[in-house]
Each structure stands twice: as structure tokens, then as C-alpha cells.
């Protein structure tokens, strides 16, 4: 098994940054693609980006592409996501999750393991 933690969340101003990591643990030597994806009260979990094992492919929603910045450190296991620009709409809970394979896939149902998630509350 996979245990994936978030962190770095809080209540943030508008056009603040905010940087979140999400920490790997257990069988990480079987993961391949990690992801970030959102969830705001009364909607669907929205992607937001995903990496690839290598750090080398990434795929981000258009919704947050110029303003998140997904990237990972191998070596500490550690996945982040770099927000900037931060708007009221961005307020949601924030999950990471990974999958055993290639694909850069924006689909929830392709994701095995999932993070408990961190909350990002931005206020105007």
C-alpha cells in the first residue's frame, strides 16, 4: 500500500501564494503518475495537474495552467503544488493522489491511492 499525507494548507488572502506538499510513504517504489485535485463544497473533485515518475511529463487543467505549478522531489518522495495568484474561487479541499502506471490521466477513477486532503480557504 500507498500512504500519501497532504500538508502546507490555511486561510490565505487573495493573490497570496501558497505552496503544498504531499508526503509518500510505504510502497512508493510502485508509483508512477501523482496528481493534485480539488474539491469544493457541493461540486464534483476537479483536477488540477499530474506528473509522471520522472518529473519529465505533466498535464495541468486549463482552469489553473499559468497559475499552479505541479513538481515533486524523488528523493524525499514529495509531491508539490505551487499556487499562485490565489482567487476566493480556488477555496476547496485539496487531495493528492497516485497510480501504478503511465497515463496523465485527469480522471478521478484512475487514481488507486488518495490523500486525506488539505484545506486552502483564500479570502478576499
Known amino acids: 500500500q500507498v500512504q500519501l499525507v497532504e500538508s502546507g494548507g490555511g486561510l490565505v488572502l487573495a493573490g497570496d501564494f501558497l505552496r503544498l506538499p504531499c508526503s509518500a510513504s510505504?510502497?512508493?517504489?510502485?508509483?508512477?503518475?501523482m496528481a493534485w485535485f480539488r474539491q469544493a463544497p457541493g461540486y464534483e473533485r476537479e483536477f488540477l495537474a499530474v506528473?509522471?515518475?520522472?518529473?519529465?511529463?505533466?498535464n495541468v487543467a486549463d482552469s489553473v495552467r499559468g497559475r499552479f505549478t505541479i513538481s515533486k522531489d524523488k528523493a524525499k518522495n514529495t509531491l508539490y503544488l505551487e499556487m499562485n495568484s490565489l482567487r476566493p474561487e480556488d477555496t476547496a479541499l485539496y487531495y493528492c493522489?497516485?497510480?501504478?502506471?503511465?497515463?496523465?490521466?485527469?480522471?478521478?477513477?484512475?487514481?488507486?491511492?488518495w490523500g486525506q486532503g488539505t484545506q486552502v480557504t483564500v479570502s478576499s
Open positions: 510505504g510502497r512508493t517504489f510502485s508509483i508512477h503518475d
Open positions: 493522489a497516485a497510480k501504478n502506471y503511465y497515463s496523465l490521466s485527469p480522471q478521478t477513477y484512475a487514481y488507486r491511492f
Open positions: 506528473i509522471s515518475y520522472s518529473g519529465s511529463d505533466t
